[in-house]
């Protein structure tokens, strides 16, 4: 069975030696940024922080931040493969929609705070890193609905505190789907009811953070993921569906009449973000469950914990779309620090192949904000990092196999040029290839036959003791 809500994800990951709780009391800043850095960088086990000094409500950090408990997210056991996870995620697709479906059993109104009640810092809501302009909800599930159709998408974008009712929702960019709901509202003058939800089962807010396509309902493709669908209830104060064992639902409304300066704060790329002009969230109600647990991520220098929450999610997504467009590629792999760095390997046959597949990915929705490109053949593993390096020294030049694109989408790049542009990098390294040969005639040395015989034989019985 699928976990229901945080809880029973908790009691798993406790379970499974993946929990760690703190009963001592930390401070909110800077033990929970530390606490979450710390995480990521041994790949330790989640965080359950039971006493926050100043709060009477417990927080949860880093539950994502590993790929045991990725894997485990999916009720896979904890040592499955990247690669076996990102095919998780891509038969799912084929599932897709596992409806969800309204519950009367709705615990996360246990609580209701409206109006003046409403007060944000009685969550112990971080700030991460010491630079961070405010306050972060940084693992929030944006739940909104196109005006036009019956599409609801969930998404997640980094919420500032400006006040106990008020936050900044960092939407900006064009290709995201929230932005096309809201861009409706922008013109038709009228504000857009949003909902958040914080602390759910743990397949939501990794698809919160993943392109799935237009149209797409993120609940039901959840409950494909999940082989059980999601369980929802109408919000208490705005006409959206919400996880109904959520821990804390916001609602309110998203201003289209007035915006403030977000940031900066510290991005998954390892440097701080700009600031942007963004949106204001009004929160009108606070839903809430009987003793609630605040979920957090850790946000930072990579790996961090939005890295191993969406990077294999995201490969899924990309996967789908490049094959579609060209069935030779075989498969994919993001290397540190993920986003902008993927390797593509596939069955080229025209020389020009290569190019024509870095220009495919750098076209589409998912790969506009990719910044290096490697491509390799059917020989290399594209997760195998020494293979990837191998392939460029041996078979790459970098007068013909570089291929430069200046004046790009500079996303959140930190080298990016001061007018927000950044230059892609694509590396073809194939093999050249009769009958169109890039480089001198090679003959490759292929393994011996029995090599991969050998490999298992000689670490089974080194394991045994060497004998
Ligand atoms: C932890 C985390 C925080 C994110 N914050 C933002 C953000 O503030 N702004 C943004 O545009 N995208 C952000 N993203 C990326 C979006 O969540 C992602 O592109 C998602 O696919 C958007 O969903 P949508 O297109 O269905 O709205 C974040 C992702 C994660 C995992």
Known sequence: MPYRDLRDWLERLENEGELLRISKEISLEPDVGAIGDAVCAIEGPGIFAEKIAGFRIPLTIGLHAS?????????????????????????????????????????????????????????????????????????????????????????????????????????????QHFRYHLRKYLEAGKPMEMAVAIGTEPVLPMIAGMKIPAGWNEYDYAGAVRKEPEELVKGETVDLPVPARAEIVLEGILRTDTQVLEGPFAEHTGAYSGCFWTPVFEIQAITYRNNPIYDCLFVGKPYNESVYMTMLSALAG??????????????????????????????????????????????????????????????????????????????????????????????????????????????????????????????????????????????????????
Not at 125 to 147: E, G, L
Not at 436 to 460: A, G, N, Q, S
């Open 67 to 175: 790929f045991r408990r990725t894997a485990m997210a999916m009720d896979l056991l904890k040592d499955t493969s990247r690669r076996q996870q990102v095919k998780t995620w891509i038969d799912a697709y084929d599932r897709y929609p596992v409806k969800a479906k309204v519950v009367s059993d709705a615990p996360c109104k246990e609580n209701i705070l409206t109006r003046e009640k409403v007060n944000l810092f009685q969550f112990p809501i971080p700030r991460i890193h010491a630079n961070d302009a405010s306050f972060y909800i940084s693992k929030p599930m944006c739940i909104t609905k196109d005006p036009e159709s019956d599409w609801i998408n969930v998404g997640m974008y980094r919420m500032m505190v400006l006040g106990k009712n008020r936050t900044a929702v960092m939407v900006v960019s064009a290709g």
């Open 318 to 467: 990309l996967q789908q779309e490049i094959q579609a467009m060209f069935p030779q590629v075989t498969e994919l792999a993001y290397h540190l620090p993920y986003l902008y760095n993927v390797v593509v390997q596939g069955k080229w046959g025209h020389a020009g192949e290569p190019k024509r597949v870095m220009n495919g990915l750098w076209g589409s929705r998912w790969g506009a904000s990719i910044k290096m490109i490697t491509v390799v053949d059917e020989d290399i593993d594209p997760w195998d990092e020494k293979q990837v390096l191998w392939a460029i020294a041996a078979r790459c030049q970098a007068d013909k196999d570089i291929v430069m694109i200046p004046g790009s989408e500079g996303n959140l790049d930190p080298s990016k040029d001061p007018d927000d542009s950044s230059c892609k990098l694509g590396i073809d390294a194939t093999k050249s290839r009769p009958p169109f040969y890039r480089h001198r005639p090679v003959h490759w040395v292929e393994p011996r036959e029995r090599t991969e015989e050998w490999k298992d034989k000689i670490l089974l019985q080194w394991q045994k003791g060497g004998r």
